[in-house]
Structures are given as structure tokens and as C-alpha cells.
């Protein structure tokens, strides 16, 4: 059995968890996510606690249950506290603002990037710490938005210079040795 697919999920207070054979529609103050899961899986809502379980031990119905789980976990997770996702910037003359919601990144290119903000995505900036937030109640959209912004100008191992998530371990490479010996 799945130790992950097994867990129930509580369903906090102020989200509405709707399943329809294999259809979930989660609402909560932060939005509203709607999702169409595997039919070999079967989803139960009782007393506010949602369960996945599958009907056999096929290879396939393994596979799925885990996911399943933390796909659905994500989604009330999302609608109720929302997620986020931190990039840090290191370099000489490196910066990012806000212009109205767009994001404006002066990262050592000719010319200012500016990322809009898909739908139900935002974005702050703190200069102090040097960090920009992605922020939104998809986990999924909101990894690939940050995963977007990092690819502007990805951490170069030498120096070190560019976006990095927070936390993350920078590999870094030693440089020349330095001048021939005489």
C-alpha cells in the first residue's frame, strides 16, 4: 500500500471539496480548482476528511494512488493558504522592481525583461534581501512561473552570479589557478 496515497485529507475550514466519481472541485478564499482524476482511482469525501483508494494492486493503480493523493492535498492546500516560490539574485548591478503587476528584471542583459504574470499569479519584490516571490494557489503553475523567471539568467558556477531559488545549493567550480609560474 501507498504511504503517501493512504493518508486522508483533512478539509479545512472555509473550503468546499466536491467529488463527482472522478471530477474534484475544490473552492476556497484564495480561488477555485477544478481537476479530473485516473477512473481507476475512487475519491470519498466523509465528514470532512477526503480519501483516495485504489480497487487493485496493479502496477498502473500504484503508481496513480500516491499522486493522486498529493495532486488533491495540493489542490485544498492551494485554495485555502496558497503557495509560494522564492528567487534570490546575486551580481553586480543586478535588479528586479515592479512596474504596475509585470515584473522588470535588469540582469546584466542590453535591455530590462519584463515577465507578465499569468492568470491568478503574482509577483512581489524585496530589494533589502534581493528576492522575488511567485505567489498563487496552483503549486503546479506557480513552480513553472518560477521556473521561468529563474531561467532568465540561470547561476553560473564561477561566480556564483544570477537567480537562484532560495535554499538552493549552488555548485560551484574553481576558476583559473592563476598566472603561469616563473
Do not use: C
Not at 26 to 50: A, H
Amino acid at each position: 500500500m501507498s504511504r503517501i496515497g493512504r493518508l486522508p485529507i483533512a478539509v479545512p475550514a472555509g473550503v468546499q471539496v466536491e467529488l463527482n466519481g472522478t471530477f474534484a472541485k475544490v473552492t476556497g478564499p484564495k480561488g477555485m480548482m477544478e481537476r479530473t482524476f485516473s477512473p481507476l482511482m475512487d475519491l470519498t469525501l466523509e465528514n470532512g476528511v477526503v480519501t483516495v483508494a485504489r480497487r487493485s494492486d496493479i502496477a498502473a493503480e500504484r503508481a496513480l494512488h500516491g499522486t493522486t493523493r498529493a495532486v488533491l492535498n495540493n489542490m485544498i492546500r492551494g485554495v485555502s493558504a496558497g503557495f509560494e516560490r522564492i528567487i534570490e539574485w546575486d551580481g553586480v548591478g543586478y535588479r528586479a522592481e515592479m512596474n504596475a503587476k509585470n515584473l522588470v528584471l535588469y540582469m546584466g542583459y542590453s535591455h530590462p525583461i519584463v515577465v507578465e504574470p499569468p492568470q491568478n499569479i503574482s509577483f512581489a519584490v524585496d530589494v533589502k534581501t534581493r528576492q522575488i516571490k511567485a505567489m498563487g494557489f496552483d503549486k503546479e503553475q506557480v513552480g513553472q512561473v518560477a521556473a521561468d523567471v529563474r531561467a532568465v539568467r540561470p547561476v553560473e558556477p564561477y561566480l556564483g552570479k544570477g537567480l537562484h531559488y532560495l535554499g538552493e545549493k549552488i555548485r560551484r567550480k574553481a576558476g583559473k589557478s592563476g598566472k603561469g609560474k616563473k
